[in-house]
């Protein structure tokens, strides 16, 4: 610690701190431009000049880090008139358009130039024009108001790694554009918008529809992926204006992608559901929610009189809130009475936890993000990070750029640079291998552990049996034939495992690739197998961490709305888990079987469940063609959604009740670390919507089995009296540590049920010669079909458009938007193509969220322990149009 | 296509840094020699060699006033606009080439013949105003000498009242 | 006893009474009425009157506001709505897409007149603004550019795009000639 004195104020920073850090932290604004805690000094406006005793001149604090007896004086005549002059030079070009720039009224020129300037300048010079043009659909430039600070080009270099943005020209005539006369294309994290002191970025989607003083604000959380952002949501009159984060809020530390800052209009969309729908005479029309409550009580009474509570099934999305998942399963379990529960969890999150709940005990990470950026080695498997999980993913670009981490990476994609990131290319070592065979770098990577030694001596110690089984498991395999399925050298595997086995911090991030795809399961119980050789595991920073893809997918698993768990989550047949439920519920729990999403639509198809309540989910249209869900939910007599949209499911329902957007509720969220966050309601709910545990409130007491409560709040705290230790509402999560128990149990014998099928290398399917493998993937501007009722993320995608490598393009005698077919037994779709550096040859990626067409060519397969349904990859034929 | 063209000297630049990046500078003198001008699509070739992306070639373009982002005239004219030569009169030099030019910096005449722009100091301040004529300095410039310059370089091609010839190389026996 | 006198002649004359009344008296024998005979006959305004807002354009027939909201900030009693947009086709340019004035809620106090940076609100010297339905007082953009049109016949000159040290201000800078370099 260094002692220094900062206007008469004694103050201690950490070596290395900048002064004017030291000076925020003891309560001294220094005014700045250029400077920002996230990027790397630049010392280019001069604003921020300090007096420092025994130093000639004038210094920039944001430049000069503390040293021990410094004395820093802030408030002298010389520092004042230094300011003086810096903001003259500043406003010698700056135009005076404050009125209609939308900046004005929080922006820090305008701050500034009232403290310190006077209000007349000496420059009598014409100020410095541009010519202006269009600079992109949602980011819009205005250059003559650029302090020309760089700050949005280091954090698009520095924090973001997309580097689209150039300071083109030199000296005052230096403007922020992109390339040459081309639109801004790039991620549009809207990270140059909130990091500009001025109003020379402002965002297009809000765009003089608002001035700061007259914005309400309210905290919540994002919905679009698991990683939980904190947002602040801006209203005016009831209207959604903008979304932004501060430094320093939240998970994501004031960071945010594309969906977070422009995807917020969906939930104001016009084709919101405003009243409940009715089906009468083989239509959906409008009704009271009476009527419509009254008729869904009235035939799930009768329908269990009929035929049981069995014949009930409930399905709901793992986007709605903790209290909404709670309250659903407990209606089912209690007002219904029966046990066939599942979520959207089950399309793979599912999977990570089971494998985390069957090796280490936990159901939650072990890691937080700060371990992960703060990670030696990290190894990355099946995900495209900054797509799939954007902020996840600065924290990984964090730990390779700022704490020189050292990257491995096993995706489908390759490294590629361009504007849009891609975490390949901050990869020490990349295994580009197709999307089946990443089982395969995974089981190298085990086998160079195991051949050089670097398994961990206290495990070796510890459990010998478990050790020599892999050991022979993986000698069984042949480097060769993994040499040929991974198409990489056995020698680069071996430095991988190396560097991390060396690794004082390890920390594995699993994504969409392999939770979502054949043998997901297994696959993930292998890494976890490899922290646990390589004695990564139950270290303090290290761990597996896999990749939510819903904002609440863990909060799913964690309130029990899983085929397999109770609220906790507990095992739904662990005897004393169901007393302790019970005892705090005051009533019995149902004793029937859980059921998953497939078994219960093959049960729905069979006759066998006569009743379903959908809240929020899609089956219909997020399953494959293959899967038959629309037949099975034909077959019902009670189909009940509730919904926001109406989507192919809702279609199809008895009776669909508008349900709350996150934006109209209050509530909590779990984010992919485990972390649980409080949403808070930015709007009054749109026509008669009402939050989902209302509704189904209201359904249970017309049931006569009330359950009632009075605010999402009276929710979250029975939840917290059941589920101890649950949901403490910190600034971050308190990992679980790995239960010794279970870690002892699976080193003992839990291993070896599965070894044989997780450790052979299955021989992968041969490609066929002209056939590509079709991966239906998640891009980086949408999120599952709600996304695309946003007008802000349609302007930067609008359609499903088929990616493919230039070279098979070429082949093929297309470029970028000709269209083709793309075809194989199952069906067909035709698409436009865009050439992407990154795939590689033989992949054509085509994104979920316009993907009607596309679920025709997409078989099913179900993975046999965790029964999490696969169908996200189809072989296929393409064909030029 | 300058990766097919040069891919030996390519590979020879890139040998000599360290850091990738740090070969920009050659490959874009590289690619202006070949069409004359920077184009887009050899600034988005460069990109790739370099494993950058296309706005950060880009701004280096932009910076240096040596490399081009248009097609050039015969002859580059390029007035020096800093302090030394601006005491000394080269906005007057400037207005006079413009009026007689008829065109104004970043332009070039319809015969293609000048170029007209405007750079930083090219470190003749004692001889000010001056400008440089492709790879010729002409100096202590006054309007007759300007329009005589032109005329001879609309008919010669060059002009006896260019400077030097300097001393790089230097001329033998220099060193005695 | 003179003096005596003299109060009895005062006393039986009611000349206290007199004096008292002697504007009244004086009023009665010059009769001039003050009261106007208002439709027919009108009073002289004074110039700093404020009357009727309006809309102002300039010479050229463009409108002056450029819908900066700053009139709705300053009104005390929200009779101002402002809503702005960027000008189709013009990249930034901001313009007034609709403004209404409920005029039933107005003080007249000037404020919004005070706090715009363009000069576009002007106080008209019209007050006849009677009307059957107070729903005709909530005005919009088009009555209030009307009233500007017939009160200030005389338009001011467009500002020009670079006012010496002031601003250029909510230009669209598409049509310029591209910068020199």
Not at chain 1, 161 to 180: C, N, S
Request: glycine share 8%; proline share 6%.
């Amino acid at each position: 610690m260094v002692k220094l004195t900062i206007d008469g104020v004694p103050i201690t920073a950490p070596k290395g701190t900048l002064v004017i850090e030291a000076a925020r932290q003891a309560g001294i604004m220094i005014p700045h431009f250029c400077y920002h805690p996230k990027l790397k000094w630049d010392a280019n406006c001069r604003m921020c000049l300090v007096e420092i005793e025994r130093v000639p001149k004038l210094q920039t604090s944001c430049s000069t880090p503390v040293a021990e007896g410094m004395v820093v004086r802030t408030a002298t005549t010389a520092v004042t008139q230094a300011h003086k002059s810096v903001l003259e030079f500043i406003l010698a070009n700056h135009p005076l358009d404050c009125p209609v720039c939308d900046q004005g009224g929080r922006c820090d020129l305008q701050d500034f130039s009232h403290e310190y300037t006077p209000t007349t300048s000496r420059f009598i010079e014409v100020k410095r024009i541009f010519p202006k043009e269009y600079f992109s659909a949602l980011i819009e430039t205005q250059m003559n108001r650029c302090v020309q600070c760089l700050r949005c080009v280091r954090y698009c270099d520095e924090v973001m790694d997309v580097k689209a943005l150039a300071p083109a020209g030199r000296g005052t005539m230096t403007e922020i554009k992109h390339f040459t006369h081309h639109e801004l294309d790039c991620e549009f994290c809207g990270g140059c918008v909130q990091i500009c002191p001025v109003g020379a970025i402002t965002s297009r989607l809000s765009m003089y529809e608002y001035r700061p003083w007259m914005l309400k604000r309210a905290d919540t959380i994002c919905t679009y992926c698991g990683d939980g952002c904190q947002i602040t949501i801006q209203t005016k009159e009831n209207k959604l204006i903008e979304v932004n984060t501060a430094h320093g809020a939240g998970r994501n530390n004031g960071d945010l992608c594309a969906r977070g800052f422009f995807g917020y209009h969906a939930s104001t969309h016009p084709d919101r559901l405003q009243h409940p729908l009715v089906r009468r005479n083989g239509e959906l029309v409008q009704a009271t929610w009476e009527e419509a409550l009254g008729f869904v009580a009235e035939t799930c009474i009768r329908l269990k009189m009929e035929h049981g509570a069995e014949a009930f099934a409930g399905l709901i999305a793992s986007r709605c809130t903790n209290e909404d998942l709670y309250v659903f399963q407990k209606f089912m379990r209690l007002a219904i009475g029966t046990n066939r529960i599942d979520s959207s969890a089950r399309y793979g999150q599912i999977n990570g936890v089971r494998a985390l709940r069957r090796v280490q005990g936990t159901h939650r990470w072990a890691v937080t993000f700060e371990d992960i950026v703060a990670a030696d080695a990290l190894l990355l498997v099946g995900t495209n990070i900054t797509e799939t999980n954007p902020i996840t993913g600065l924290k990984v670009k964090e730990a390779v750029k700022k704490r020189t981490a050292t990257l491995l990476t096993v995706d489908a994609l390759v490294p590629a640079v361009g504007t849009i990131s891609n975490i390949a290319n901050l990869a020490a070592h990349h295994f580009p291998v197709h999307p089946d065979r990443f089982g395969h770098v995974v089981l190298g990577l085990i086998k160079a552990v195991v051949e050089d030694g670097l398994v961990d001596q206290a495990l070796a110690h510890r459990a010998p049996a478990y050790v020599q089984a892999i050991g022979d498991a993986v000698q069984a395999l042949s480097w060769p034939a993994l040499e040929s399925a991974t198409g990489t050298t056995s020698g680069a595997l071996r430095e991988a495992a190396r560097i991390f086995a060396r690794a004082a911090r390890g920390v594995v991030l699993v994504g969409q690739g392999v939770l979502r795809s054949p043998g997901g399961y297994g696959l993930t119980t292998n890494l976890l197998d490899l922290l646990l050789l390589t004695g990564q595991h139950g270290r303090p920073g290290c761990g597996l961490a896999p990749l939510a893809e819903e904002n609440n997918d863990q909060g799913a698993v964690e309130m029990g709305t899983v085929a397999e768990y109770l609220p906790g989550p507990c095992d739904l047949n662990d005897p004393t888990a169901r007393e302790r439920i019970a005892g705090l519920w005051k009533e019995e729990l149902p004793k029937g079987p859980g059921r998953t999403l497939t078994e219960t639509l093959e049960e729905a198809r069979t006759g066998k469940v006569k009743a379903m309540f959908v809240v929020g989910e899609n089956p219909v249209g997020s399953l494959p063609h293959a899967a038959r869900a629309k037949d099975a939910l034909a077959q019902l007599e009670l189909l009940v959604c509730q919904e926001l949209f109406l989507t192919e499911t809702a279609a199809l329902a008895h009776v669909v009740l508008p349900a709350c957007s996150y934006a109209e509720k209050d509530g909590s969220f779990t984010n992919t670390e485990g972390l649980v966050q409080p949403v808070r309601r930015a709007i009054e709910p749109i026509g008669e919507s009402r939050p989902d545990w209302e509704i189904l409130s209201a359904l249970s007491v017309l049931m006569g089995y009330p359950i009632e409560y009075g605010d999402a709040k009276e929710i979250l705290k029975e939840i917290r009296s059941l589920i101890p230790g649950y949901g403490l509402l910190g600034a971050g999560p308190n990992p679980p540590r790995p239960d010794e128990a279970v870690v002892s149990r699976y080193l003992r014998e839990g291993y070896a049920e599965d070894l044989a099928n997780r450790y052979a290398a299955t021989q992968p399917t041969e490609k066929r010669t002209g056939h590509f493998t079709l991966l239906v993937t998640q891009s980086l501007f949408h999120s599952g079909k709600f996304s695309t009722r946003s007008t802000g993320l349609l302007e930067i995608q609008n359609t499903g458009v088929l990616g493919l490598n230039p070279a098979d393009a070429a082949r093929l005698g297309v470029t970028d938007g000709d269209r083709v077919r793309v075809s194989n037994t199952l069906g067909e779709l035709t698409a436009p193509i865009k050439l992407l550096e990154r795939i590689p040859e033989g992949l054509a990626v085509f994104p979920e969220h316009f993907d009607e067409e596309a679920r025709r060519l997409l078989g099913v397969s179900t993975d046999p322990q965790t029964r999490v349904p696969y169908c996200k990859s189809a072989q296929v034929v393409i064909e030029k149009l | 296509m300058l990766q097919e063209k040069y891919k030996t000297e390519i590979d020879e630049i890139l040998s000599r840094y360290p850091v990738r990046r740090s070969a920009m500078l050659p490959l874009l003198t590289m690619a202006q020699r070949e069409e004359g001008y920077v184009s887009e699509a050899a600034m988005k070739e460069i990109a790739s060699i370099l494993r950058v992306t296309p706005p950060q070639v880009y701004e280096t373009v932009t910076f240096y006033t040596m490399l081009n982002l248009k097609p050039i005239g015969t002859f580059h004219i390029q007035v020096c606009k800093s302090l030394m030569c601006a005491l000394v009169g080269s906005d007057s030099l400037l207005v006079w080439l413009q009026a007689r030019l008829g065109i104004k910096p970043g332009e070039t005449t319809p015969d293609r013949l000048f170029t007209l722009s405007t750079v930083e100091c090219l470190a003749s301040c004692g001889t000010g105003p001056m400008m440089q004529v492709n790879d010729d300095y002409y100096e202590r410039l006054t309007e007759e000498k300007v329009d005589r310059i032109l005329a001879d370089l609309k008919r010669d091609g060059t002009s006896p009242l260019k400077s030097g010839p300097f001393i790089l190389p230097e001329p033998e026996g220099a060193h005695g | 006893m003179a003096k005596s006198l003299k109060s009895w002649l005062k006393t039986i004359t009611f000349y206290e009474i007199l004096v008292g009344m002697k504007a009244t008296l004086k009023h009665l024998l010059h009769y001039k009425p003050i009261t106007l005979q208002y439709p027919h006959e009108k009073r002289t305004l004074p110039d700093s009157y404020r009357g009727m807002l309006a809309l102002l354009r300039y010479d050229d027939g463009t409108e002056k506001c450029v819908g900066c909201d700053l009139c709705e900030a300053a009104c005390p009693s929200r009779v101002i709505k402002v809503v702005s947009a960027e000008v189709p086709g013009e990249p930034t340019k901001r313009y007034a897409k609709e403004y209404y004035m409920d005029m039933t809620r107005c003080l007249f106090c000037g404020l919004c007149v005070d706090a715009c940076p363009v000069d576009a609100l002007g106080m008209t010297r019209e007050y006849e603004w009677a009307v059957y339905d107070k729903r005709q007082l909530y005005l919009n953009k088009q009555q209030l550019l009307a009233i500007g049109d017939r009160s200030f016949p005389v338009r001011e000159k467009k500002l020009e795009l670079q006012h010496l040290n002031v601003a250029f201000f909510n230009v669209a800078f598409k049509h310029l000639p591209p910068k020199e370099g």
